[in-house]
């Protein structure tokens, strides 16, 4: 703003009016031609006939272009302060800087994933849901608490090494779902729109509510965790131990991450079993809980990998590593717990979910200022 004065004067002292150039210094053209004696005379006339008022329309008067060249200041500074401080005129100050998103435009994010889960129902029993949550679930179930590797930051199931575990076989229908949501918010990283896409799974399948802290970022296929560190659906309670206490997880947190399996189905071309668990497979209950301990399970007769199947129905599966949780003392305690009350389940659910989706994150936001986001029927 000063800047723009110190020109416009600068102009003003240099510039001369027109009519004070001699006329030595005018083009030839404007030179005014010679005149007799008696013209001379007669143009005299007429000059002082007019009023001394008229001095002030003359060519060369600067009272004029000092008029136009203060109006001109004037408008110079009050556009610099416009520009400068708009709040003064009653207009928002400009953003500065780079885009850093918000509660609001993670909801959105949120918002359109659940839109793709209500409209898109051409999978398995009718929803996404499940393949969603078992994203989120083996992308976050990588870690190892004693090297600080793995887990939901780095997003490095989308390289072959990683996505190729036998583990993961059947998630890029996951990860296909999720681009069209990726390429509407691009500023969102695979890592979290990955986990974001769990939290919203579980809270759309009527489950409970799962906070949610951003930050994680993508890393490339230097970041792939070896094979070998998700379960191993045919191993017994040793496993699961080995398994879930490399990840930080004790007895109670393991069991309660087991009830996600009153989600979704096994298949064939996938894990190698086949079924679902429940019998409403895109609804999360303690359902889960409840049919491991009121039905009876016998070896299902079939050329596939050892399974259970219930004696009553024939149609519902349960996988070696599910009827180790009610054979083994420690684990059955807490599965007594949760088929007895669906609350107490759902809010060990979400604390063990929310430390599964968190680990391995250099988060920068605390964790007093999680996030949890409304689902479509709230």
Request: with cysteine; proline share 6%.
């Amino acid at each position: 703003m000063a800047s723009t004065t110190r020109t416009l004067a600068r102009a003003l002292r240099t510039t001369r009016p027109s009519s004070l150039l001699t006329s030595t210094a005018r083009p030839a053209r404007f030179l005014i031609p010679t005149q007799t004696v008696g013209q001379q005379h007669q143009y005299q006339r007429r000059s002082y006939a007019s009023s001394p008022d008229d001095k002030e329309k003359f060519d060369g008067n600067p009272s004029g272009l000092i008029f136009g060249a203060t109006a001109l200041v004037l408008g110079a500074v009050g556009y610099a302060t416009y520009t400068q401080k708009p709040e003064w005129f009653g207009q928002a100050a400009k953003v500065k800087g780079p885009f850093v998103p918000r509660y609001e435009d993670y909801q959105k994010v949120y918002d359109a994933i659940a839109k793709e889960l209500s409209e898109k129902d051409d999978y398995d029993d009718g929803s996404y849901g499940p393949v969603l949550l078992r994203l989120a679930w083996h992308a976050s179930g990588t870690y190892d608490k004693e090297t600080n590797t793995g887990g939901s930051n780095g997003a490095t199931m989308r390289f072959a090494p990683e996505g190729d575990h036998g583990a993961n076989a059947g998630l890029k229908t996951a990860r296909d779902f999720l681009e069209p949501i990726k390429e509407k918010f691009p500023w969102i990283s695979y890592s979290d729109l990955w986990i974001l896409s769990g939290v919203c799974a579980i809270q759309e399948m009527q489950g409970p509510k799962i906070p949610f802290r951003a930050g994680r970022s993508d890393r490339d296929l230097s970041f792939c965790t070896p094979d070998g560190r998700l379960p191993d659906a045919s191993k017994d309670h040793t496993h699961i131990r080995a398994i879930f206490g490399r990840m930080g997880f004790n007895d109670q947190e393991m069991v309660a991450l087991s009830g996600a399996h009153a989600l979704g189905r096994c298949h064939t071309d996938r894990s190698g079993y086949d079924g679902p668990w429940t019998f409403s497979p895109t609804t999360l209950t303690n359902d889960y809980f409840k049919l491991l301990l009121e039905e009876k399970w016998a070896w299902k007769k079939w050329n596939g990998p050892k399974q259970f199947e219930d004696v009553k129905t024939k149609s519902l599966m349960m996988l070696p590593t599910d009827l180790v949780l009610i054979k083994d003392k420690s684990f059955r305690s807490h599965v007594d717990r949760y088929a007895k009350d669906n609350d107490v389940f759902f809010k060990e659910f979400s604390d063990a979910v929310l430390r599964l989706f968190e680990l391995g994150v250099p988060f920068v936001q605390p964790e007093d200022q999680r996030w949890t986001f409304k689902s479509s029927f709230d």
